[in-house]
């Protein structure tokens, strides 16, 4: 269907992006990033298991880390586009939040989301596996106050992760930021023309999100990088610009959600967007 609309059919090879548990391929490349940055968690990740509370009530995160009363969530395009799915996802977190075992012993989960359209940038990895975890940590003793990122970190993920797009035969795995597939919408239906009004909501809010609890003493700062909203912003436009005819952006964009176009206004920064965007990598600077 996708191939129908745009200019040139869009391919992106195995290798090129960031993905959860591929049961048929036996890949799970998130599992991977959280080892990689979280080495004592090797093999001592539950993937897609229930557990169960003392009131009766099941879930099953993704990925339960339980050594640090952390959980690990994918969210692929239901997670937006499904209004029920969306009050699912709130109801989840306050389950693990307030989590209480089948003996009545506490055990509450911090809970940390992975929108599907983010990938492994140097600043989303500072993000997740250092500010994010310093914020954890003020309540949740388990995890290391100084988070886990570290830049060799970073260069080991990426190169398990992802293929060096510039190289014509597919062999060369990532070793720069640079070859890292842009955080955005690559050829995929599930753009944010398909989400529901709570959907926009809480993109916007994945683009956005800060911490608010410094006046209960919480030092951590943390924020989603400004990078991300800038690579998004810019994934959209090329996505628009492969359209066939110009008229049909809605096809991509919530053309008439007022939140959606008030928070797109802002002008785009080019400084953040050298990244790769799945088109023919000899047009990019190397």
Excluded at 142 to 163: F, L, P, T, W
Excluded at 173 to 178: F, G, I, S, V, Y
Excluded at 239 to 262: A, F, S, T, V
């Amino acid at each position: 269907m996708v191939d129908e609309i745009v200019k040139e059919p869009f391919k992106l090879r195995r290798g090129g992006e960031m993905r959860s548990t591929n049961k048929k391929k036996g890949q799970d490349q998130m599992k991977v990033c959280i080892e990689t940055f979280i080495p004592e968690m090797k093999d001592k990740i539950i993937i897609d298991k229930t557990i169960n509370n003392n009131a009766g009530r099941r879930f099953r995160p993704d990925y339960l880390l339980e050594d640090l009363n952390l959980i690990f969530e994918y969210n692929g395009m239901q997670h937006y586009i499904n209004p029920f799915k969306l009050r699912g996802d709130d109801i989840k977190k306050e389950f693990y939040a307030n989590h209480t075992d089948k003996n009545g012993i506490d055990k509450k989960y911090d809970t940390i989301r992975w929108p599907y359209f983010f990938q492994l940038t140097k600043p989303i990895a500072k993000f997740v596996f250092r500010d994010l975890m310093k914020h954890f940590s003020e309540e949740n003793s388990q995890i290391n106050k100084n988070g886990y990122y570290s830049d060799e970190k970073y260069y080991r993920a990426i190169g398990e992760i992802y293929n060096d797009p510039f190289d014509l035969n597919r062999k060369k795995k990532a070793t720069e930021e640079k070859h890292v597939l842009s955080p955005g919408f690559h050829g995929t239906r599930e753009v944010p023309a398909t989400f529901c009004d709570k959907g926009i909501e809480r993109f916007i809010k994945d683009l956005s999100w800060k911490c608010d609890a410094k006046d209960r003493g919480c030092p951590c700062n943390a924020k989603v990088p400004e990078s991300i909203k800038h690579q998004i912003k810019r994934s959209l436009d090329l996505y628009c610009g492969d359209l066939k005819k110009n008229e049909e952006k809605w096809l991509i964009i919530p053309e008439h959600n007022e939140q959606y176009k008030k928070f797109f206004k802002f002008v785009l920064d080019e400084k953040y967007t050298n990244l790769f965007y799945g088109r023919d990598p000899s047009t990019y600077k190397t």
